[in-house]
């Protein structure tokens, strides 16, 4: 997985409580990115980083926050968590070499909120 | 708004057949095309990428075309194996959209023994 982890890989977690999931990357990409995955919407972007303390909302970013304190972190917190946040997330990373924009996913997050 | 989108969300091949898997685009300014696998209960994995200013790329067993006058992608799998059985997505970019992409909803190909 192109030297991304993700942690915790499995979460369930009671509605209304916060919850931070983890990215790490190894490769020292500047790029990462958030994205959920539901069956009938592909993967779908919460939020991404262009750089350390430098982040922007992507097409599906309420009840969702980053942070990127160093280049190899990327925390997503969902600030109160909602039955409708129930999703796979997958974090990915690019570095962005000429024209290429290709990204690299980690193994993804199952988060269960009951 | 603009999208990247697939024609079939299921495509059933016979073992040593080809695959073909379908995209259309309606962003006349994409720039730069990229199909993904992901297995069950993993993450999205590049398979190939190609940029508009070329209509065709090969790689190990898979071939991508663009068509770019009909904004339609398809990724050609040579003699489709198990291991292939899958859900392609195919992703698009475009300078308009920075360094993000926009991905399709995805096309399962099961392969029969």
């Known amino acids: 997985d192109a030297g991304i982890t993700q942690s915790p890989r499995h979460k369930v977690t009671e509605t209304g409580t916060p919850v931070t999931l983890r990215c790490h990357q190894t490769e020292n990409h500047r790029y990462m990115y958030w994205y959920r995955q539901d069956p009938g919407h592909g993967l779908r972007l919460i939020h991404y980083?262009?750089?350390?303390?430098?982040?922007d909302k992507g097409e599906v970013s309420d009840g969702y926050s980053v942070s990127r304190s160093k280049t190899e972190d990327f925390l997503l917190t969902l600030e109160s968590a909602t039955s409708s946040q129930t999703s796979v997330y997958f974090c990915?990373?690019?570095?962005?070499?000429?024209?290429?924009?290709?990204?690299?996913f980690g193994p993804g997050t199952r988060l269960t909120v009951t | 708004g603009e999208s990247v989108g697939l024609h079939l969300p299921t495509l059933s091949v016979q073992e040593g057949d080809n695959s073909i898997i379908n995209c259309a685009y309606s962003?006349?300014?994409?720039?730069?095309f990229i199909w993904y696998k992901q297995e069950s209960g993993k993450g999205p994995q590049f398979i190939i990428d190609?940029?508009?200013?070329?209509d065709k790329r090969q790689g190990q067993r898979v071939t991508v075309l663009l068509n770019k006058t009909v904004k339609h992608l398809s990724l050609q799998i040579a003699a489709t194996q198990p291991g292939d059985s899958a859900v392609y997505f195919c992703?698009?970019?475009?300078?308009?959209?920075?360094?993000?992409?926009?991905f399709g909803g995805g096309t399962r190909v099961l392969v029969k023994p």
């Open positions: 190609i940029r508009s200013n070329m």
């Open positions: 990915a990373i690019s570095g962005r070499t000429g024209s290429s924009y290709e990204q690299y």
């Open positions: 962003n006349s300014a994409s720039d730069y």
């Open positions: 992703a698009d970019h475009s300078r308009a959209a920075g360094n993000k992409l926009t």
């Open positions: 980083s262009y750089g350390v303390k430098d982040t």
